[in-house]
């Protein structure tokens, strides 16, 4: 069988080479509870462009979310470096929004009042009207003007999830940063939403970086796929780039034969690694 995967070599995809986000020699240990410690990342090195589309799949415990969150600023290197635009990474910024998977609104908050907040709280000097208009954009953008005023319990998991999709990018980060964002959904949900976020990003570009456990939205959503090998001590084992040009069209890309063998190339490394 010919060979179509293409692994990249650790840089930005396509015509982006600049270096937006640079992990350099990340490692990241955690106090064990009887002491000493356990190095969870050991020697991450990694390139994101501006507007790219990063994957990150890896077995559980692996330290996807604990990555994750050294670059959201909510969590330090033990050593290494992580630089966005070239400043390192201290603590969190609106620069960087996080999509988390288990939602995180505020339960005394209507749908508009969750992603109002966001708006208050980085767009300090907008006016009332502009903040206004900018919560109808992004409710109308992820399909909930009829749910404005209802409540996170009043809502299924996927609203609230399209909830969190709009609270994180109405301010414009730079990067934005989801942890498993369609872990929690049914699979006709997760691909709606799927082809939604991806249909966003499609138009509005910015540098993101998705953890899933799910190589097939990794293809269909990415320009490159990191493969981390399994923790303790994980690191990257493979990063893959996607070929398909965007805008993309799952039915058309799944016929492909690189899809089929970049999918399976990705199983058998993770098998590798179980
Ligand atoms: N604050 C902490 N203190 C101690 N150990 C931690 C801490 N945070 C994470 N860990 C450990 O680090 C390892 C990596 O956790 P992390 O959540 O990053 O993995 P993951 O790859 O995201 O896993 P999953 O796919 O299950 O979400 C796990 O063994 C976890 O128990």
Known sequence: MTRTITRSENRTNGSQQNDFLVIEN???????PDGGQVVILNGVDLKIGEQEYISVIGHSGCGKSTMLRIIAGLDKPTSGLVTLEGKAIRKPGSDRM?????YALLPWLTVRGNIRLAVDEVLKNASNTEKVNLVNEHLAMVNLTAAADRYPD???GGMKQRVGIARALITRPKMLLM??????LDALTKRKLQTQVLEIWESHRQAVMMITHDVDEAIYMSDRII???NGPEATIGEILD???PH????HAIQESKEYN???LHALDFLERYQ
């Open 247 to 250: 805008p993309r069209d799952r």
């Open 261 to 263: 063998d970049l999918r």
């Open 98 to 102: 996080m999509v988390f998977q288990s």
């Open 154 to 156: 009043e809502i299924s």
């Open 179 to 184: 942890d498993e964002p369609f872990g929690a």
């Open 227 to 229: 493969l981390m090998t």
């Open 242 to 244: 996607v070929p398909f």
């Open 26 to 32: 990340l490692v990241k240990a955690f106090p064990k």
